[in-house]
């Protein structure tokens, strides 16, 4: 292995021993800082703690620190040097790719693995590692229970020492990379093989559709009573005595308190109330809040105590402390909840944002980086001359994929319900908070966040997302509804924020029924959002979307090809659809055998697609030169719902398909025969369309082989 390695670099020479940063160099140099950020408050090289939260431009992102604290002396000013190269973005060949801070952060995560197992073996220097020690380090990798991506991930750490030879002091003296290909020779190719392909869990559908049932309930039928519940525990919670003190408020006069906690015991009498209770006792903080007076005001020895007392003799002491916000929302026409507690209102507000969450997500096709970036009046509304909605569009920051580190402004074309989404948040949202998902302020970091309080992270959201399938199980359990989240192979499905995406590119691609197909209105969701930053090149989007149509024909093709169906094709285009069919099952070699394995499927669907396209009434064996439904140069393929049948050379006809056009056929047949109730022109267009598609069945479906 040693004979193969080429162009070495002499360290000692070159740079060995020669510090390559100053001391006082900030890291963060030359890059966006958050406002109010000033460049000589963050990290410098020589700080051995790098914190990298003053450049996280993306709301949504966790704060982010690099610790060499962590990696071995012999090899820490090294580690410093590669990593500042990437943080400044002097990059040499073959880093021009790692620019985001997440990326960099990465990196130096997989290079501190390496260098750690580099000590620990005994390597003085860097410059002192040879190919042997490379390939010692790639076996203990594979002995490792990890995955394939994640050795990758350190190989491609210890390359930067390589790549980075000409900015740091003691570098790789060769090409990591040829060792570890050589290595991986002998190996299988799908081990080996680093693709593009999305690997991202899709999420079930029967675990999508609770969670979607019961967001579209939580922001239409749910979120008035939760919304309501937060006003009123935002009012309450100002008189709390934290936040007394965090605004300085002045102690109240000790007469005025009794006529303050007077006014509040005379509105519980009024309404017939028991007060507040906890744990079996009155809840005198609430009644504090209530009154806007100090809790130590109401003790026993005090005047406002001994009324409190009387009232509780009185009124009796309620289970819990509950809020005075009706439940209106009803489900199945009875309320949704019993009446709202004071604690409740963090976990329910949480539950309501998750929900939003949700609905946006999955139904706009938008990264968890751009539905965290979404504002308020982001939303706008293009009206025809009669007033009626043509076009929801939403606008946010994109990053992937973009020059810019601090995002471009795009827009993405929605539905109805991601826009009630949006104005349920901004609701919830205090009306001077901008950012649409900030913490809330029931929540317990609130207050420490202050004016940083842009957006909840990726994992945070993570969390609600398990938080809220725990809510819907056990509020079935509670109320006896048949609409929990099942289990996947035994074990509860884990929803993150990445999945959604995938997932409405999989139901785009294939249209299955049941409620999300309600909620999606798959082609008009399509064509709407396809308009939009969704459906540009630089969202990708599109490609994920046709990537699993891809997928999702070649299995309906398979089909075909192992039911034998296709030598009985009918129609203008059967010839040519069995010959091409016949063509792609020797390339595929489905061999009798269901093919399941997705990844396969669409690599060779991408070399060996027949474009043949099965679809509900016709089949399409697509000639972009011929078709009537898209004339073009086909390279989007064929529009199956603009599909003209009855004239197009390009249609085949399946038995299914056949079965279908005998369904419309008796569909025209029943219609005619309320003749007297039709007008004579709409009869007309009917008996003339019904014959046509009569005629058409003859000529192909007939008892003939009708093929042209």
Known sequence: MTDQITNRVQANELNRGQPRVAADAFVLAGRPLLPGVRLADTSRFGDDVWHLKHAQVQRQQSSLVMNFEQTPERFRQTAKE???TLMVGDLPPGCESIRAIVTIRGYWA???TVLVWMAGSGIPAVSAITSADVEAFARHTDGLRISQDSRDAYHRALRLLWLCRTKISDPLAFDPAVVVAGLQQGKSRSVTRRTRENATDRIPEQVLSPYLVWALRWINDFADDVIDAHDEWRQLNRWASPSRRRRGQKHVGRHQVGRLVGRVLNRYRAEGRPLP???GEVNLSHLARESRVERTSLGDGTP?????????AELGIADATYLRTPVRGLLDGEPWRGPIEYTEVEHLTRMLQAACY???????GMRD???KHIKRGCVTVWRDEDGHIVRRRLTSLAFKGESEETGVEATWIVNASAQRAVEVLE????ARRRSLFALLPPSRAYIGQGEKNEARTTSATNADMVAFGKWINAYCHQTGRDETVPLVNKQDWKITTSQFRRTLAWFIARRPGGVIAGALQFRHLRVQMFEGYAGTSDSGFRDEVEAEDAIARGEK??????SHEFHSLRGPAAGEAESRLAEFERNIQFHGKVFNDEKRLRRHMNRYDPHIYPGEYVTCVHNPDRALCRPSDGAEGPSLPDCQPLRCRNVALTSDNIARMREALAAYGHKLAQGEHLAPLIRHRLETRRQEIADFLATTAGTGDHRD
């Open 82 to 84: 590669t990593v500042y």
């Open 110 to 112: 997989g290079l501190q």
């Open 277 to 279: 209770g906890w744990q």
């Open 304 to 312: 406002s105590g001994s009324m409190i007392r009387e009232a509780a």
């Open 358 to 364: 949700i609905v946006i997500s999955f139904l706009s």
């Open 369 to 371: 980086s751009e539905v």
């Open 427 to 430: 609701r919830l949202q205090p």
């Open 557 to 562: 093709l398979g089909d075909l090809i192992i």
